[in-house]
């Protein structure tokens, strides 16, 4: 399963591109909404950083609005994926985008139905959001498998993203599930990343290698040694 960042801050991304794990990114009106600066420049910054998918949405609520945005917003960058939200104008506007040659990815799924409709315009994409599924009780897991269940046994190309990712737990969930992508906001990757016996097994390794000054001597001659040798 890839990893994907979930945001709209060009800081967030410059973090945890750091780390080498990201695939891609998505972003939202909201998640830009919290951003100072032009939007256009923003995106443009995350598609370099990532150097993948980037989703950035549109916001009419017709698809000729739709259409329109989806071609110029594709055009801020080779890595814009445009993204449309879940309506049966966004499903003419992504059949009509798709057939240009437009990557899109359907935003704002719940259920599998859905996602066969999106699977069905043709998108690149479906984003199921599992946040705002458990939010109102609904089995976030038992949706995604659905959809899952569905794509496979239909041969659908469309890749399912886990979206409205709210703790670790669903990323694991989506990847066991099979979801080709999760997009993760910055709070839950640094959520993933830590462990307590982790922190404590660096720190009793850093000790122990301590108590023995003779063996830090060593490899910083090993290292010294290679530098010289390198340099020639
Ligand atoms: O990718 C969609 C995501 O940004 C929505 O998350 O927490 O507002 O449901 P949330």
Known sequence: MRLFIDTGSVAEVQEIAAWGILAGATTNPSLLAKEDGDPGEIIRRICDLVGGPVSAEVVSSDPEGMIAEGRALRELHEHVTVKVP???????????????????????????????????????????????????????GQVVAEIVECFRAGGVT????AASVRHPEHVIAAAQLGCEIATVPAKVLHQMLEHPLTTAGAERFRKDWESRPEFGDWLQSLVSKRVGATRG
């Open 86 to 140: 879940f309506c049966k104008e966004g499903l003419a506007a992504a059949h009509a985008l798709t057939s240009e040659g437009i990557s899109v990815n359907m935003t704002l799924v719940f259920s599998a139905n859905q996602a066969l409709l999106a699977a069905g315009a043709g998108v690149t994409y479906v984003s199921c959001f599992m946040g705002r599924l458990d939010d109102i009780s609904v089995d976030s």
């Open 158 to 161: 469309s890749q399912i993203i």
